[in-house]
């Protein structure tokens, strides 16, 4: 156990508003991730962060930005959010020495209508 | 070209049986390599990291073969409990950013 959580854990919100994702750890690990994982498309990179206020895009950041001002959360934002973000959003930890595996949170399920 | 390609299946498998599967990745500079399990509706659970030299747990066996760029996972004696998605995934480079492969989907019948 990783000590990584998520919330909310399930959320349902109409298109066009605004929607934040929180992830929290508690071993002070440096790299945090936020991963979507869509039917047919296994798991894509959106955001991720190697310290505090240290961030960088992965493949799919269209649409998505991130924050992270404290080592345990990080934080993923739908400004506006589509239809096409609903998706189940895992969060992730690394561990800083090779070979770097990462450790999930529980993940959550967002629908947009 | 993707960065890893797995078969998704479903391996339909006997209790009891084995069942192997291979992912191929694309990147030859690639440094580590990872099984991990995902149940239905669940976040991955790293299975195994895999070595060069190969490695075993228990009645899971990971292969790792560079020349030809995959890896294999192959389960003994299948249980019931094996059932769910198996990730192929790997690290491309020298940063710690992860692929994923689409998951290789085992169905234990009994």
């Known amino acids: 156990d990783a000590g990584i959580t998520q919330s909310p854990r399930h959320k349902v919100t109409e298109t066009g508003t605004p929607v934040t994702l929180r992830c929290h750890q508690t071993e002070n690990h440096r790299y945090m991730y936020w991963y979507r994982q869509d039917p047919g498309h296994g798991l894509r990179l959106i955001h991720y962060?190697?310290?505090?206020?240290?961030?960088d895009k992965g493949e799919v950041s269209d649409g998505y930005s991130v924050s992270r001002s404290k080592t345990e959360d990080f934080l993923l934002t739908l400004e506006s959010a589509t239809s096409s973000q609903t998706s189940v959003y895992f969060c992730?930890?690394?561990?800083?020495?090779?070979?770097?595996?990462?450790?999930f949170g529980p993940g959550t399920r967002l629908t947009v209508t | 070209r993707k960065e890893v390609e797995q078969d998704p299946g479903p391996f339909n498998v006997p209790e009891g049986a084995t069942v192997a599967f291979n992912c191929t990745y694309s990147?030859?500079?690639?440094?580590?390599f990872f099984w991990y399990r995902q149940d239905c509706r669940k976040e991955p659970k790293l299975l195994m990291s895999v070595y060069s030299s190969g490695n075993e747990d228990g009645r899971f066996t990971a292969q790792l073969n560079r020349a030809s760029q995959y890896i294999s996972l192959l389960i003994r004696d299948s249980k019931l409990s094996d059932s769910a998605t198996y990730l192929c995934?790997?690290?491309?480079?020298?940063?710690?950013?992860?692929?994923f492969g689409k998951g290789n989907q085992v169905v234990v019948i009994p």
């Open positions: 995934v790997v690290r491309p480079g020298g940063n710690n950013r992860l692929a």
């Open positions: 992730a930890i690394s561990l800083d020495t090779v070979p770097y595996e990462q450790y």
């Open positions: 990147n030859s500079a690639s440094q580590s």
């Open positions: 962060s190697y310290g505090v206020k240290d961030t």
